[in-house]
């Protein structure tokens, strides 16, 4: 079972990654696995459903996610906020951010998913419960879901992959991992191919994997 949570945690990686080739895209995928945001929570989202907020000196993002008369306040990470807010600037504060059918965000997840294992938005959702709760410590969702927002805001601070920059690439060991997985589970092994999945510069594919190699090499 760790060994599958392994694969799935490295497939999100792998659909975030590969999809900020898009920045819009980009801001649909990184809603998902942020905040678990499903079909009709996503198509609500608007603007002025975005927010901050200063908790002990620090800055916390989040945003209203409504279905039906439901509201869910749920955070979100920065780097996604800021996405949120760029493809949202010249919109009006009750339009909505994204007006794609389920098929269509089914269709813009598939594009992104690596060879051999097309998700769609269920099972994306489905892959990150089983990645968040298996970093729950025993709780559960609707534990976690249940809790005060700002003992939420630092639980899943903690606890998400996509708060701590770990779907992501810009620390070099974190985007090292990424390239290594890339050559050993998926075969690809040319920088340009990992570059053009990856939106990276190839000479910084080519640095991190010689460098790493070389500490590998003197570590041994």
């Known amino acids: 079972m760790r060994e599958n949570l392994v694969e799935l945690e490295e497939d999100l ?20 696995l942020s905040c678990m945001a499903d079909a009709e929570e996503i198509s609500n989202l608007t603007p002025r459903d975005l927010a901050e907020k200063k908790l002990e000196n620090a800055t916390f993002h989040y945003v209203y996610l409504r279905k039906g008369r439901e509201v869910r306040k749920s955070p979100v990470d920065e780097r996604t906020y800021c996405i949120l807010k760029e493809i949202s600037k010249s919109s009006g504060r009750k339009s909505r951010i994204f007006s794609y059918t389920e098929s269509e965000i089914d269709a813009i997840i598939q594009k992104y998913s690596p060879a051999g294992r097309r998700y769609n938005l269920k099972s994306l959702l489905r892959s990150v419960e089983a990645i968040i709760s298996d970093n729950l410590l025993g ?29 992501d690439l810009d620390e070099d060991d974190v985007a090292f991992d990424y ?5 050993e589970r998926h075969g690809i092994s040319s920088y340009s191919d990992m570059a053009e999945i990856s939106g990276e510069n190839e000479e910084r594919i080519r640095k991190l994997m010689k460098r790493k190699w070389f500490q590998n090499y003197l570590d041994s």
Request: proline letters at 2%; aromatic letters at 12%.
């Open 13 to 32: 990686q792998y659909i975030n990654v590969a999809s900020s080739r898009n920045k819009k895209e980009h801001g649909l995928i990184r809603l998902i």
């Open 179 to 183: 390239f290594q997985m890339l050559s």
């Open 139 to 167: 709780k559960s969702l609707r534990e976690m879901r249940s809790m005060e927002f700002d003992e939420l805001c630092k639980f899943i601070q903690e606890f998400h992959p996509m708060f701590s920059g770990m779907w």
